[in-house]
């Protein structure tokens, strides 16, 4: 079997049920299997809940947990995109900016980076979205992980958005899109490996080694998106197209 040497894992916060009261334990296994801590999923910073205080300091606690694990990231979402497909209002995105700069100021303040990811059916969305809502928090609070294939889908240009951000990029979701097969819906998609769909890739990297680029990129498949596949193919075919264009992994 071929050996796989991973550099980094992106942990998720359901690890937290089992390793919240014993971060040491989690961190001896990174250090056991020579793993850093480029990014946590923090979770949601929802608005408009009438508990903002409490969501800041949830992300506060992850941060302290990332903290004690040797990280220095954690990563924030949201579910607060209008139900039915309309889109939010200026000033949602304007209260969500100022939640999370509150939430990057306290992490700070800890050691810890707080950073967006843009994401597709959340606020931020589109490229104006995202762009209203970094606009609203500090750039030394609130830095940027930007997924490439997100950012694509939302009708956005990734190699643009890594020029426009690149002072405030921290790390990249590298991840393919392409339509949904057979679905008549003209947003439907489905991300596959890398090199599989839509995303300039190519352009993605040339960008990144142009502004002499620093952070992490994390491969992402949020699923297999060919049921006659393993994940292991899956990450076979991704890692071969990275080594056919000059990256190795």
Not at 72 to 81: F, K, L, Y
Not at 201 to 221: D, H, Q, R, S, Y
Request: hydrophobic share 35%; net charge positive; with cysteine.
């Amino acid at each position: 079997m071929r050996r796989w040497d991973f550099k980094g894992v992106q942990l998720r916060a359901n690890v937290l049920k089992e390793y919240e009261a014993k971060p040491e334990a989690l961190r001896a296994l990174l250090t056991q299997y020579k793993l850093e801590l480029p990014m946590f999923s923090s979770g949601n910073a929802n608005i408009n809940t009438g508990k903002d205080e409490e969501t800041i300091q949830m992300h506060v606690n992850n941060a302290k947990f990332v903290k004690a694990l040797g990280g220095q990231h954690i990563q924030v979402t949201n579910s607060s995109r209008p139900k039915g497909g309309g889109a939010p209002t200026t000033a949602d995105l304007q209260t969500y900016g100022k939640l999370l700069n509150e939430i990057g100021k306290r992490t700070k303040a800890i050691g810890v980076q707080t950073t967006y990811h843009n994401h597709m059916h959340q606020l931020g969305e589109t490229p104006q979205e995202v762009d209203t809502i970094l606009a609203n928090c500090d750039a030394d609070n609130v830095k940027l992980l930007l997924d490439v294939a997100h950012y694509h889908q939302g009708g956005g240009n990734p190699v643009e958005a890594i020029r426009k951000y690149q002072n405030r990029l921290r790390a990249l979701h590298l991840k393919d899109v392409r339509p949904k097969a057979g679905d008549t819906n003209p947003r439907a998609y489905t991300f596959v490996e890398l090199g599989q769909g839509q995303v300039d890739l190519p352009g993605v990297f040339k960008t990144l080694e142009a502004i002499k680029f620093k952070g992490w990129g994390v491969v992402e498949l949020d699923s297999v998106p060919d049921k006659s596949k393993t994940p292991l193919q899956c990450g076979e075919i991704t890692r071969t197209y990275l080594n056919s264009i000059g990256i190795k992994v």
